[in-house]
Every structure is written in structure tokens, then in C-alpha cells.
């Protein structure tokens, strides 16, 4: 890929750089070409797996398709902007070369290549599904309006369903029920902003995740990336089902009414408690996508053999089940934080994404009381 590999010096809205592509291509480097001191600001390093696409012509042009003509002396760069709290917005920096040298061309052509050469995980096209009465019913108009724009500019194909009963988009799919919601956007990067998972999804950002699989004699029920709950949590879900009608506030109804009547169940939870200190649920840590403790756990997962994997899951557990009898108002299993708008620090602040462990909360019967002062917790940053 050494051909591509260029350096010129092109202006920018902030002055003068001399701009170059070092060997290897993962790099965009400027640094100041001023003229006169103070006539060009500090330099810029933008990596290439993280622009979303670049385009011949000025930024305006190269966002609109139906310029009749594009300036062929500039270009544009646009490229993943970090903000504050996790969220990722569009950024965007035009160039120009001097006039009829063809470098705008070649600009472009050579880090196209390089986004293709680094993309490799980048989707090509992607079935979309929208609920319309998602997002209190603007779900439609903030994915026209925010996130269509984004895949045409990165030239994703899309087709996009808009889906009109419960479960559409699970059977379309699966033919299973699987369990994935806003906490897994909340548990990855900390936010479940609409821009900065479609800029996630097209620079090809991949996380591996734990799967939990529920099952009644032998019979799979279904998958769970989140949360498992059995009681409490379980007839929130049922109930709020009845009341679909009444938006995202079915919750908070069928969850004070789960709460007034509350209901416990007799059981016996049987369990293996995880042999790996960095699983311990009070190390204090927060995980993220790119988390060591999960990227070494993937790794081992992926390079062993089948003896090797089982060994290491053996090795994860501690040997035995243990067991719990008694009555419990919830019976709650988290592969992840689960934290959510309601819940930013999750029912388990600490558990990884892809650890091979889960976090297992039981809650014993108690008063209304001590039970809604539970709930409460999950709302700040107490201790869970």
C-alpha cells in the first residue's frame, strides 16, 4: 500500500498545513505551514479508522448529491468528534490544493483506499428497524433526521423496516425472543444517543458480549445480553405489556404497582461463585468497550482449543454449586452494568461485558419499605 502514501501542503479554514499520510496509512497528520507566526493553528492528527467517509469538493458540496458541480481543487474529511459523556458527533474539515495539481483527487482516492484497507468490519448494509412509537413516538423522525444522513454519507445501504406489532423485529430475525435494549448502548459506551451508535456502527466498532440462555426442561425459553429477573422484574415486564398504550411511563405504573403488592416467591437459586478476582462485583471498576480485563478474557476464548475453553471455564467457577433456599422478591441475573437513563450506575456497576461471569442478585423477602429503599439505590451512586 506504499503508493498511496502522500505528503503537500494544503489550506484549511484554520491555515496552512503541511499534510501527510505516513507509511502504514492509519494516521491523516497536519502539522503548521504558517507564512506568518500566528497564521495557522495547531495541528491535527486524525485516525483513519475513525473517518467516516471523505469526499471530493468543499463540505457542503460533498454532503449534498445533488451538486451539479464540485469544486475538484478541495476535499473534505469527515471523521468521528469525541464529546463529553461518551457521545461521538460528526466532524468534518475541508481542504484545498493549489489549483489544477490534481492532488484533491489523489487526496481522496488515497485515503479511500485506506478506509477500505482498515474497514474491514465495516457493514457494507444494514437492516434497520424502527418502532414509531419508540423514542415517545419520534423514533421515525430522529432517524430521518439524525442517522439516515450518516449511512448515506459513509455509503451504507439500508433497509429500513418500520415495524407495527410487538415483536416484529425479533421474529424477523430470530424466530426467538432476544433481549436487547438501551442498557447495552448505556453499558458499551455510556450514552444511548442516536449519532454516536450510528457512528459506532459505521466505523465498525465490535464488542464481544456474555449470552445468557434461560431454560425450562431442557427447552430453550431465550437469550439475554442484559438482564435475567425472575419476580419482581419478571411481572413488571408482564404487567407493562397490558399498558403498552401508555408509552415508556407503563413502566414506572406496573413497577409501583409490583411494588405495593409486594410479592415474593419460594425457591432455591443454585450457583458457582466465579474464581476470577477481576469478576468480583466490588473491584470498582466500570467497564467499556475496550476494557482489558474482557479483551484478555475474549482472547483466551478465542485462541484455545474446545478442551482448553472448557478447562478455562472450569477454571473460572469455583468447583462446586452452592445453594440459596428461602422466598425472594427478585432473582435477578446481569451479564452487564444494566445501567439505564433511570439507572446510570445499573443494578451492578461493576460487572464486565464479556468476562464469562455474571452477577447474580437475590433479594430476599422484606417490608414495602426496605424494598422500595433497594430500588432506590439503583437511581444514584449509593452502594447496590
Known amino acids: 500500500m506504499g503508493e498511496t502514501v502522500l505528503r503537500s501542503p494544503l489550506r484549511t479554514?484554520?491555515?496552512?498545513?503541511?499534510?501527510?499520510l505516513p507509511e502504514g496509512g492509519r494516521l491523516l497528520?497536519?502539522?503548521?505551514?504558517?507564512?506568518?507566526?500566528?497564521?495557522?493553528?495547531?495541528g491535527f492528527c486524525i485516525p483513519v479508522q475513525e473517518m467516516v467517509a471523505v469526499r471530493l469538493g468543499t463540505a457542503r458540496e460533498a454532503k449534498g448529491d445533488s451538486c451539479p458541480a464540485r469544486d475538484e481543487n478541495s476535499f473534505t474529511v469527515f471523521f468521528v468528534q469525541r464529546e463529553k459523556g461518551g457521545r461521538w458527533?460528526?466532524?468534518?474539515?475541508?481542504?484545498?490544493?493549489?489549483?489544477?495539481?490534481?492532488?484533491?483527487?489523489?487526496?481522496?482516492?488515497?485515503?479511500?483506499?485506506?478506509?477500505?484497507?482498515?474497514?474491514?468490519?465495516?457493514?457494507?448494509?444494514l437492516l434497520v428497524f424502527i418502532n414509531p412509537?419508540?423514542?415517545?413516538?419520534?423514533?421515525?423522525?430522529?432517524?430521518?433526521?439524525?442517522?439516515?444522513?450518516?449511512?448515506?454519507?459513509?455509503?451504507?445501504?439500508?433497509?429500513?423496516?418500520?415495524?407495527?406489532?410487538?415483536?416484529?423485529?425479533?421474529?424477523?430475525?430470530?424466530?426467538?425472543?432476544?433481549?436487547?435494549?438501551?442498557?447495552?448502548?448505556?453499558?458499551?459506551?455510556?450514552?444511548?444517543?442516536?449519532?454516536?451508535?450510528?457512528?459506532?456502527?459505521?466505523i465498525g466498532d465490535s464488542q464481544p458480549l456474555d449470552v445468557c440462555s434461560i431454560r425450562h426442561n431442557g427447552k430453550l425459553l431465550r437469550y439475554s445480553v442484559s438482564l435475567a429477573g425472575y419476580g419482581f422484574y419478571g411481572d413488571v415486564v408482564s404487567a407493562s405489556e397490558k399498558h403498552r398504550w401508555m408509552g415508556p411511563v407503563r413502566y414506572t405504573y406496573a413497577g409501583a404497582k409490583a411494588v405495593l403488592s409486594n410479592r415474593s416467591y419460594e425457591g432455591t437459586v443454585e450457583f458457582q461463585v466465579a474464581g476470577l478476582e477481576e469478576a468480583n462485583p466490588r473491584d470498582q471498576t466500570r467497564c467499556?468497550?475496550?476494557?482489558?480485563?474482557?479483551?484478555?478474557?475474549?482472547?483466551?476464548?478465542?485462541a484455545g482449543s474446545e478442551e482448553e475453553k472448557l478447562s478455562e471455564s472450569e477454571g473460572c467457577a469455583g468447583g462446586e454449586w452452592q445453594q440459596v433456599k428461602g422466598r425472594?422478591?427478585?432473582?435477578?441475573?446481569?451479564?452487564?452494568?444494566?445501567?439505564?437513563?433511570?439507572?446510570?450506575?445499573?443494578?451492578?456497576?461493576?460487572?464486565?461485558?464479556?468476562?464469562?461471569?455474571?452477577?447474580?442478585?437475590?433479594?430476599?423477602?422484606?417490608?414495602?419499605?426496605?424494598?422500595?429503599?433497594?430500588?432506590?439505590?439503583?437511581?444514584?451512586?449509593?452502594?447496590?
Not at 479554514?13 to 501527510?20: C, D, E, Q, T
Not at 497528520?29 to 495547531?42: F, L
Open 288 to 302: 467499556r468497550s475496550g476494557c482489558l480485563v474482557c479483551s484478555e478474557s475474549t482472547q483466551h476464548l478465542l
Open 29 to 42: 497528520v497536519g502539522t503548521p505551514e504558517a507564512v506568518e507566526p500566528g497564521s495557522a493553528g495547531p
Open 13 to 20: 479554514a484554520r491555515g496552512r498545513f503541511l499534510v501527510s
Open 328 to 384: 425472594f422478591l427478585a432473582v435477578n441475573v446481569t451479564s452487564m452494568s444494566s445501567a439505564c437513563p433511570k439507572s446510570p450506575e445499573g443494578l451492578s456497576p461493576c460487572a464486565h461485558l464479556a468476562d464469562g461471569t455474571a452477577d447474580l442478585i437475590l433479594v430476599r423477602e422484606c417490608s414495602t419499605f426496605s424494598f422500595l429503599r433497594h430500588l432506590t439505590r439503583h437511581t444514584n451512586s449509593s452502594d447496590q
Open 133 to 202: 412509537a419508540g423514542g415517545r413516538k419520534k423514533a421515525v423522525g430522529i432517524y430521518q433526521g439524525q442517522v439516515a444522513s450518516l449511512f448515506a454519507l459513509a455509503g451504507i445501504h439500508t433497509h429500513v423496516i418500520e415495524t407495527s406489532r410487538t415483536n416484529e423485529a425479533h421474529e424477523y430475525i430470530l424466530h426467538q425472543d432476544l433481549c436487547s435494549t438501551d442498557c447495552v448502548c448505556f453499558a458499551t459506551v455510556g450514552i444511548n444517543d442516536p449519532v454516536t451508535s450510528a457512528l459506532h456502527i459505521i
Open 89 to 125: 458527533s460528526l466532524g468534518s474539515l475541508e481542504f484545498t490544493a493549489p489549483p489544477e495539481s490534481e492532488l484533491a483527487t489523489r487526496w481522496v482516492t488515497a485515503l479511500q483506499i485506506w478506509i477500505s484497507h482498515h474497514g474491514i468490519t465495516r457493514p457494507k448494509s
